[in-house]
Structure formats: structure tokens, C-alpha cells
């Protein structure tokens, strides 16, 4: 797993510690270090020597942010040693803009998807629901919701197990006609689209949707809208003391669309959030998500199987 070491608010030292964590937590897991050798050295000197040989480190010393045109930052040194297949996976918590942009023109897009999404899991009361896009892309359009809504459906298949996943598109009522012009014209375009593997499209749905998860598996909006849910239902729960019974969902977002393993923790992130979203990247690339999705995506419905076997690190 490759990490953005200065990615994030309070990054180094967050990201060092949730490294950290996450290396003693999974002892399969290697890591790629992504920043300044003197920053690595920190996480290096904290582990025991069997660890410490689990760790490796790509040296870097720009931060990323949309206007480090031709920066060698540590995002586009950790997309370079993705696309060399020096690592299986990314994560990181800096810009979201930088990190979307550096992975689709790094990694190159899936067809027919010309803005990628991040999705994120939430553990809502009947059970997870992705929620996308929550940053990936600002700007709705009917064409780009469609086409989330059919990333999410695969994902939501493959990385979870939802059998059947249920698709709603998020507005501000479930009657149909509800919300603006771009959820008006991409309503009916979902009625008609069709959805991979035995996903259905159930409608329009609202807010507190996300939360109950009873109506739906897949909660599709625009980034702007998702983000800012997102960050309003966590903010909810931990005024309400935690997620729901059954919660625990990362708190993380898997950028689908691009070709590759990248995950985004958004940049308050502490140190238990980094080490969630390392987790999971490697629970992502064991079961082989990204190529399952995409293939489930162009049509091969042979690749349904929810099972749990994962391929060796």
C-alpha cells in the first residue's frame, strides 16, 4: 500500500500513527511510504525489525494541491509507483481535487466514465450504504449520475456482498418530478438504464435515506451535495455517541472509475481513519474490486460471486 505521508490537516504525525497502527494490526500488510525519509524514519524507528521489513520508502517532499502543476508531491510520486506496479494500492488524506486528478490522468478512467467517483460506506441502521459521489466530482449532470449510479451497483456488489443492491438517487422528495433539473432528467434515464449484475433502480429518495438504509444500498447525488452530507452524518454520530449497533463502516472513500486501488480519507482525518482507510485498500485489492467492477461494469455477468476468498499479498 503506498501512503501519502503529507497528506491530510495534521499530517505527518496522523498519517505516521495511523501507519503505524495499521501495520501492527495486519501482519500481511507492507507499506510504501510516500514523503520525506526523515518523516518515514519516525514510523520506521517505532516498529520491531520483523515489521520494519514490511516497510519501504519512496522519498517525496511537495505537498499536493491542485496548483502543483509539475511538483513531484508525494500523490503523483504514489500514482507513478502504482502505474509501475511498485504497489498495489494508494491512500491518502490530502486534496481531493489533486489526488482525483493525479489518479485519472495517471491511471487512466475506465470507459465510458469520464468523471470518477468516490464512494463512501456508511453504517446506517439496516445494515452499510454507499453513499456517492462525496467529492469526486462537484458538478451534476444527468449523464454522471447514471453512470454512478451504476459504479455504486457494482461496488456494492463485489466489495460488500449486496446481492441485489437497491439504487435510489438522492432529492429533496421521492415523488417523481422532485428536485432540481438535473435530478429531473436523470430519473427517468435510471428507469430505463440497465444496472449491473441484478441491481435495481428503486427511485427517488431523501436525506434520512442514508441514515436508516431501509429504502436502499446505493444512495446516488452529485459530489458537492455528498460531501457535505457525509461530513453533516458523521458529525451526527459522534454527537450521538458513535455509529449505529452494527456500525464501523471506514471512514474512507474508494475512488472508482480510474484504473486502480485508491482510497481518499478526507483531511481531518485522525489516526484511526488513516488506518481505516489502509485497511481498506487492502480489503479492496485482496478481492481484486477494482478489475471486479470493472468487468462487472462492461457486461461480464459471469463475475457475480460474492464469495470471500481473496488472493495472497
Not at 208 to 234: H, Q, S, W
Not at 241 to 257: E, T
Request: net charge negative; glycine share 12%; charged share 20%.
Amino acid at each position: 500500500m503506498a501512503v501519502d505521508l503529507l497528506g491530510g490537516d495534521e499530517a505527518p504525525a496522523v498519517v505516521v500513527d495511523g501507519a503505524l497502527r495499521a501495520v501492527r494490526a495486519d501482519s500481511d500488510l507492507h507499506l510504501l511510504l510516500v514523503g520525506p525519509p526523515e518523516v518515514a524514519g519516525a514510523l520506521i524507528d517505532a516498529l520491531d525489525p520483523a515489521q520494519r521489513a514490511r516497510i519501504a520508502v519512496r522519498p517525496a517532499h511537495a505537498v499536493d494541491d491542485p496548483s502543483a502543476a509539475r511538483a513531484e508531491t508525494t500523490v503523483r510520486t504514489a500514482v507513478a509507483a502504482l502505474r509501475a506496479g511498485q504497489a498495489d494500492a494508494l491512500v491518502s488524506a490530502g486534496s481531493t481535487g489533486a489526488t482525483v486528478t493525479a489518479a485519472a490522468l495517471g491511471l487512466g478512467r475506465w470507459p465510458e466514465v469520464r468523471r470518477p467517483a468516490l464512494a463512501a460506506t456508511l453504517p446506517a441502521v439496516a445494515g452499510p450504504v454507499v453513499l456517492l459521489d462525496v467529492g469526486g466530482s462537484l458538478e451534476p449532470s444527468p449523464a454522471a449520475l447514471t453512470r454512478h449510479a451504476m459504479l455504486g451497483a457494482a461496488y456494492a456488489a463485489l466489495a460488500y456482498g449486496v446481492a441485489a443492491p437497491r439504487v435510489g438517487l438522492l432529492s429533496v422528495g421521492t415523488e417523481p418530478g422532485k428536485g432540481d433539473r438535473a435530478r429531473r432528467l436523470a430519473d427517468p434515464m435510471l428507469n430505463t438504464a440497465a444496472l449491473p449484475g441484478d441491481a435495481r433502480y428503486i427511485g427517488l429518495v431523501e436525506g434520512y435515506d442514508v441514515c436508516l438504509g431501509t429504502r436502499a444500498d446505493v444512495v446516488v447525488t452529485d459530489g458537492f451535495t455528498g460531501n457535505v452530507l457525509l461530513k453533516a452524518v458523521e458529525g451526527a454520530y459522534a454527537m450521538a455517541g458513535g455509529s449505529p449497533p452494527g456500525g464501523g463502516a471506514p471512514r474512507a472513500a474508494a475512488l472508482l472509475g480510474v484504473a486502480g486501488t485508491v482510497v481518499v480519507c478526507h483531511g481531518a482525518a485522525r489516526a484511526d481513519d488513516i488506518a481505516s482507510g489502509i485497511a481498506l485498500a487492502a480489503q479492496l485489492w485482496r478481492r481484486d474490486a477494482t478489475h471486479r467492477v470493472a468487468a462487472l461494469l462492461a457486461g461480464d455477468r459471469t463475475d457475480r460471486t460474492t464469495d470471500t476468498e481473496v488472493p495472497t499479498p
